[in-house]
């Protein structure tokens, strides 16, 4: 309470640094994440229409939300067919790490959700065009249905850039 009274206009995180001894390096690396935050967008109608960005960078971490199998009108592309799906959803989910300057070796995790399950094998061939070298941590499961009912999958990943 002292050190606030006689320091009223600092953060109370600049205040804790403070106090507890923590070297400048490490706030000054904070600062530098927080303001190094980028956002990107592909275009997609609902990223506006829910508050989203279809990836997100804060650091070296990238996360890149589901992605649907949109062309870019905005429309459902390869209406019936798992694997062209899961193909556009990656093709999509690349433009946006290369767009905050990573690379899809830097991907660390996917996960593949699915309206019909006996779909997973047609889609993991898919994902392993992508990532058969670098093998990242992976989930596959089947959700009841997605916005739109034409969507067979929805894939995400997070992806931590290399120094």
Same mark, same amino acid.
């Given at each position: 309470m002292y050190f606030q009274k006689c320091i009223p206009s600092i953060s109370v995180f600049t205040r804790l640094?403070?106090?507890?001894?923590?070297? !400048?390096?490490l706030y000054n690396s904070f600062l530098m994440n927080q303001q190094s935050r980028q956002?990107?967008?592909?275009?997609?109608?609902?990223?506006? !229409?829910?508050?989203?960005?279809?990836?997100?960078?804060?650091?070296?971490?990238? +996360?890149?939300?589901?992605? +649907?199998?949109?062309?870019?009108?905005?429309k459902t592309v390869s209406i019936g067919d798992a694997s062209g799906q899961a193909r556009r959803c990656l093709e999509i989910i690349q433009a946006a790490i290369e767009g905050l300057g990573g690379k899809m070796s830097?991907?660390?995790?996917?996960?593949?959700?699915?309206?019909?399950?006996?779909?997973?094998? !047609?889609? +993991?061939?898919?994902?392993?065009?992508?990532?058969?070298?670098?093998?990242? +941590?992976?989930?596959?499961m089947q959700v009841v249905r997605f916005i739109d009912p034409n969507w067979l999958v929805e894939i995400e990943t997070d992806a931590v850039i290399e120094d």
């Open positions: 640094l403070f106090f507890c001894d923590v070297s !400048k390096e956002l990107i967008s592909t275009g997609s109608p609902y990223e506006p !229409k829910v508050g989203i960005s279809r990836a997100v960078r804060s650091g070296r971490i990238i +996360a890149v939300t589901g992605t +649907a199998p949109l062309g870019p009108d905005g830097d991907v660390i995790r996917t996960r593949i959700l699915l309206t019909r399950i006996e779909d997973w094998e !047609k889609v +993991a061939l898919v994902h392993g065009e992508f990532f058969t070298d670098i093998r990242p +941590a992976n989930t596959i």
